[in-house]
């Protein structure tokens, strides 16, 4: 069972995703939401246009 946690957590992780935007306050790469980018680093956040 903690095996297999580790490799959800893994998962997380989406390489093949190129939206990824990059926060301006501080430059980290934000966190792709459903319907909000976030800054883990500064938490500055943005929500999606539609
Ligand atoms: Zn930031």
Redesign the pocket.
Known sequence: MAEEKKVEKKKVIKPYKPATKF??????R?ADHKDRLT??????MELKKK
């Open positions: 926060c301006p306050r501080c430059g980290a934000l800054c883990g680093n500064c938490k500055y």
